[in-house]
């Protein structure tokens, strides 16, 4: 069975090895399917946008490219960002799509084989985990691997849209 980058896999699966960004945000550590990111950046003063969303920082012109910047720690009420040294915009290919997306930090690119990868916890109708696609288990050290096209859910993408228009 062919598994596509990035997607849930059953406990237990055997499927080629998947490679994933780890990154922090507060003191959980994330991982996002390596094959979505384009390049590594750090933090820059960000044009603000009027009325959008306190999520979206604003943009920033990448080589001719608007692209919107999605701060995490925000998106997910992770309390006040501190950007510092070791903040971090990864930029993201999804479906064409540039945007950037700022982090605590980086840490390593890590390899999940799918005997490593659970599958994401039924939390309840109370909690949205519905970008999740499942956690990467590496001793004791645990992934909560994201499907980023999800995250950025397409209502989102439309405000995102919008602003790189």
């Known amino acids: 069975m062919s598994t596509a980058p990035g997607a849930a896999v059953a406990q237990g699966e055997s499927c080629a090895a998947l490679e994933f960004l780890a990154f922090t945000l507060g003191e959980e550590e994330y991982g996002v ?15 603000r946008i009027a009325n959008a969303p306190d999520f979206i920082k604003g943009v920033v012109n990448l080589r001719g490219i608007i692209v919107p910047i999605v701060d995490m720690r925000i998106k ?3 309390g006040a960002p501190n950007y510092d040294q070791f903040t971090v915009v990864i930029i993201l290919n999804l479906a064409g799509r540039v945007m950037g997306m ?11 084989t799918g005997e490593q990868i659970r599958p994401a916890p039924d939390m309840g109708a109370g909690l949205d985990v519905g970008y999740m696609t499942g956690l990467g288990v590496l001793g004791d050290r645990m992934l909560i691997l994201t499907d980023i096209d999800k995250l950025m859910s397409s209502a989102e993408m439309g405000v995102i849209d919008a602003l790189a228009a």
Do not use: A, C, G, N
């Open 33 to 47: 399917d390596i094959q979505k990111v384009q390049e590594l950046r750090r933090y820059e003063t960000v044009t």
């Open 102 to 112: 700022v982090v605590d930090s980086v840490s390593d690119v890590v390899t999940l």
């Open 76 to 78: 997910f009420d992770l």
